[in-house]
C-alpha cells in the first residue's frame, strides 16, 4: 500500500518541517525559544554529534529523562544520523532501565541526575553493573557524576562533522528502517520491545493529527515523551502541522493553568484523570481559558458529563478518544470531533484510514456487532515484531497479519469499539498500562514473599490500581506493618503506578483443575474488601 504521507522518514519530515515553517515557534521550554528553522539547525547538530561519537545507522539509543527540550535533540538527532531510539519510562527504577538496556543492546543513554529528587545514573549503578552494550552516559539536565557525559559537551562534537556527511546519512534512512524501539509489558513478565518503523510511523501520525485538526497550534506536551503519544502524537505531530512543542515535566493543576494563558496554549492531551482533575479545582474561573481549543484523551473510561464539562467550563472546541497499543504504532482507532458526546465518552472510536479492526472469536471468526470477543489489527500500523523474540512475535502477529491485542470489546454497527475487559489481565493506572505477570515477578524478589498473586481494582482518582494477595514464606510477619513495610518496598523497587497500593496476605490461592490461580475470584474478594 502506497504511503499517502510526504515523508516517508523523520530526517524528511524535519527537514520539510522547517521548510513550510521556518518562522513558526517551534520549541518553547526555559530560556529556548526555537523556530522550525533553527529547531532543524539543532537537531542536525545532535545528529552530527552522534555520528563524531561512532553511532552508525541502526545503532540503538536510550532516552531515560522528562519532557525537555534536550529529549527532543537526541532523539530526531538520533534520527537523523540512522540510529534507533529506545525510550525508558521515567518511573522505571534502576533495576527495569538496565534490563531495557541490556535487552536493546543500547550504545549511548542520554538521562538526568535532578528529575523528582532522582538522580538516575546513581539509581543504575545501584541496581548493579550498568549493561556493557553501553559505552556512554550523557547527562542532560543535573551534576554530571564521574564517568558521564555532559550533553554540552556530548553537542560540541558536532563541530568535527561536515554537515554535508550528516545530509548522506540522513538520506539513507528508508521507511522500512526502525525508528523506535518502544518497550512493552506483557503476561511472561518482561517488557518486550515493539519494533516500529519510520514510514509508519510518518503515515500514522499524519492520520491522527488530521483527525483531530492540529494545525498550528500551541501544544502543551504533558505526556511523557518516552510514550507513543508524547513522542510520536506529540513531537512528531507538531513537526507535520507546523504546532509549537511547548513540553511540560510534571503535571499539576497550578502549573498547567498557569501556563494556558502564559503561552497561549491552545492543544492540551492528556488521559480522563488530568482534565477530571482540572474540573475538580476550586476557583477554576481564575484561569483565562480561552485560548484552549483541542483535546484527545483515552486509556481510561470517561462519564459523559465529562466530555460535556470539557467544552462548555474549559473551552474545547473539539475533544476526541482514541485507543491503540505500542505494537500497533500508537494508534488504531480514533473518534472524530464532531460525534456525539456519548460515542466520545464510551468507545475508542473506528479504525483509522488503512487500518483494519475487528471483534473475533478464539477460533479467529469475525463475532456479531454488539457482541464481545478480543480486538485484532490488521495495517501498516503493525509493528515489525518483538526485538529478540520471535515467538512472542508469531504469538501475536497471526499468519493473516492480525494483530492480538489482548484485550475484549464491543463492536457497533457504526464500527466504534468499547473496550470491555482484558484478556491479559492488564489494569490502567493513570494513563499507564500495569501488568500483573510483571508486577509479580517483581514482587517476588522480596525475601518475605513465597507466592503473589496481582490484580486491578477500580480508584476514583486513578482508575485502577494494583491489589496483591501475598502467602507469606515462613517465618515472614503477617501484620499491617509488614504490609505497609511491602508497599514500601514496592515503590521504592518499580515504577509507581505498578505498585500495589493494597496488599492482602492469604494462606492459598484459588485455582482451577490445572492450578492456574483464578483472577477472577481475587477481583471480586478485592472489591469486596474494599467495600
Known amino acids: 500500500m502506497n504511503n499517502p504521507a510526504p515523508w516517508a522518514t523523520i530526517p524528511e519530515l524535519i527537514d520539510d518541517s522547517a521548510a513550510r515553517f521556518a518562522?513558526?515557534?517551534?520549541?518553547?521550554?526555559?530560556?529556548?525559544?526555537?523556530?522550525?528553522?533553527?529547531?532543524?539547525?539543532?537537531?542536525?547538530?545532535?545528529?552530527?554529534?552522534?555520528?563524531?561519537?561512532?553511532?552508525?545507522?541502526?545503532?540503538?539509543?536510550?532516552?531515560?529523562?522528562?519532557?525537555?527540550?534536550?529529549?527532543?535533540?537526541?532523539?530526531?538527532?538520533?534520527?537523523?544520523?540512522?540510529?534507533?531510539?529506545?525510550?525508558?519510562?521515567?518511573?522505571?527504577?534502576?533495576?527495569?532501565?538496565?534490563?531495557?538496556?541490556?535487552?536493546?543492546?543500547?550504545?549511548?543513554?542520554?538521562?538526568?541526575?535532578?528529575?523528582?529528587?532522582?538522580?538516575?545514573?546513581?539509581?543504575?549503578?545501584?541496581?548493579?553493573?550498568?549493561?556493557?552494550?553501553?559505552?556512554?552516559?550523557?547527562?542532560?539536565?543535573?551534576?554530571?557524576?564521574?564517568?558521564?557525559?555532559?550533553?554540552?559537551?556530548?553537542?560540541?562534537?558536532?563541530?568535527?562533522?561536515?554537515?554535508?556527511?550528516?545530509?548522506?546519512?540522513?538520506?539513507?534512512?528508508?521507511?522500512?528502517?526502525?525508528?523506535?524501539?518502544?518497550?512493552?509489558?506483557?503476561?511472561?513478565?518482561?517488557?518486550?520491545?515493539?519494533?516500529?518503523?519510520?514510514?509508519?510511523?510518518?503515515?500514522?501520525?499524519?492520520?491522527?493529527?488530521?483527525?483531530?485538526?492540529?494545525?498550528?497550534?500551541?501544544?502543551?506536551?504533558?505526556?511523557?515523551?518516552?510514550?507513543?503519544?508524547?513522542?510520536?502524537?506529540?513531537?512528531?505531530?507538531?513537526?507535520?502541522?507546523?504546532?509549537?512543542?511547548?513540553?511540560?515535566?510534571?503535571?499539576?493543576?497550578?502549573?498547567?493553568?498557569?501556563?494556558?494563558?502564559?503561552?497561549?496554549?491552545?492543544?492540551?492531551?492528556?488521559?480522563?484523570?488530568?482534565?477530571?482533575?482540572?474540573?475538580?479545582?476550586?476557583?477554576?474561573?481564575?484561569?483565562?481559558?480561552?485560548s484552549l481549543r483541542l483535546a484527545v484523551t483515552g486509556a481510561a473510561a470517561i462519564p459523559v458529563e465529562m466530555i460535556v464539562q470539557m467544552r462548555e467550563r474549559l473551552g474545547f472546541e473539539k475533544v476526541v478518544t482514541g485507543y491503540g497499543l505500542t505494537e500497533s504504532s500508537g494508534m488504531a482507532t480514533m473518534c472524530r470531533h464532531d460525534d456525539d458526546p456519548e460515542i466520545i465518552a464510551k468507545t475508542s472510536g473506528r479504525a483509522v484510514e488503512g487500518v483494519e479492526v475487528l471483534i473475533m472469536d478464539p477460533e479467529g471468526n469475525e463475532v456479531a456487532r454488539g457482541e464481545p470477543g478480543e480486538i485484532v489489527v490488521r495495517g501498516y500500523n503493525v509493528m515489525k515484531g518483538y526485538l529478540n523474540d520471535p515467538e512472542k512475535t508469531a504469538e501475536t502477529i497471526d499468519a493473516d497479519g492480525w494483530l492480538h491485542t489482548g484485550d475484549i470489546g464491543v463492536m457497533d454497527d457504526g464500527g466504534n469499539i468499547d473496550i470491555t475487559d482484558r484478556v491479559k489481565d492488564m489494569f490502567i493506572n493513570g494513563g499507564f498500562n500495569a501488568y500483573p505477570a510483571e508486577i509479580e515477578n517483581l514482587m517476588m524478589n522480596h525475601p518475605d514473599i513465597g507466592q503473589v498473586a496481582v490484580v486491578g481494582v477500580p480508584d476514583e482518582r486513578l482508575g485502577e490500581v494494583g491489589y496483591a494477595f501475598i502467602v507469606l514464606a515462613p517465618g515472614a510477619a503477617r501484620d499491617d506493618a509488614a504490609a505497609e513495610a511491602m508497599r514500601t518496598w514496592c515503590k521504592a523497587e518499580m515504577a509507581n503506578y505498578k505498585a500495589p497500593r493494597h496488599i492482602e496476605f492469604v494462606d492459598e490461592f484459588p485455582l482451577n483443575a490445572s492450578g492456574k490461580v483464578l483472577k477472577y475470584e481475587l477481583r471480586g474478594q478485592a472489591t469486596a474488601a474494599l467495600g
Open 23 to 290: 518562522t513558526n515557534e517551534a520549541m518553547v521550554d526555559g530560556d529556548v525559544r526555537w523556530n522550525f528553522a533553527e529547531f532543524r539547525d539543532e537537531i542536525h547538530r545532535g545528529a552530527r554529534a552522534f555520528m563524531a561519537t561512532g553511532i552508525e545507522a541502526g545503532d540503538r539509543i536510550a532516552i531515560w529523562a522528562p519532557n525537555v527540550w534536550e529529549w527532543a535533540i537526541a532523539a530526531l538527532g538520533a534520527h537523523c544520523a540512522g540510529a534507533v531510539v529506545v525510550p525508558v519510562n521515567t518511573r522505571f527504577k534502576g533495576r527495569e532501565a538496565n534490563y531495557l538496556l541490556a535487552n536493546s543492546g543500547a550504545r549511548m543513554l542520554f538521562t538526568v541526575t535532578d528529575f523528582l529528587d532522582t538522580d538516575y545514573v546513581a539509581a543504575l549503578r545501584e541496581a548493579g553493573d550498568v549493561p556493557a552494550s553501553v559505552e556512554e552516559v550523557v547527562v542532560m539536565r543535573g551534576e554530571c557524576p564521574d564517568g558521564t557525559t555532559a550533553f554540552a559537551d556530548f553537542v560540541t562534537r558536532a563541530d568535527g562533522v561536515d554537515d554535508a556527511d550528516r545530509a548522506a546519512r540522513s538520506a539513507a534512512v528508508t521507511g522500512d528502517d526502525l525508528c523506535h524501539i518502544m518497550f512493552t509489558s506483557g503476561t511472561t513478565g518482561d517488557p518486550k520491545g515493539a519494533m516500529l518503523i519510520h514510514s509508519a510511523i510518518c503515515r500514522a501520525y499524519l492520520a491522527w493529527a488530521s483527525v483531530i485538526g492540529l494545525d498550528e497550534d500551541r501544544y502543551l506536551i504533558v505526556n511523557p515523551f518516552f510514550h507513543s503519544f508524547g513522542l510520536n502524537a506529540g513531537i512528531l505531530a507538531c513537526l507535520m502541522t507546523g504546532s509549537t512543542i511547548i513540553p511540560h515535566s510534571v503535571f499539576d493543576v497550578p502549573s498547567v493553568m498557569n501556563r494556558i494563558p502564559e503561552e497561549r496554549i491552545s492543544m492540551l492531551p492528556g488521559p480522563p484523570a488530568i482534565y477530571q482533575t482540572i474540573l475538580n479545582t476550586e476557583d477554576l474561573d481564575q484561569w483565562d481559558m480561552s
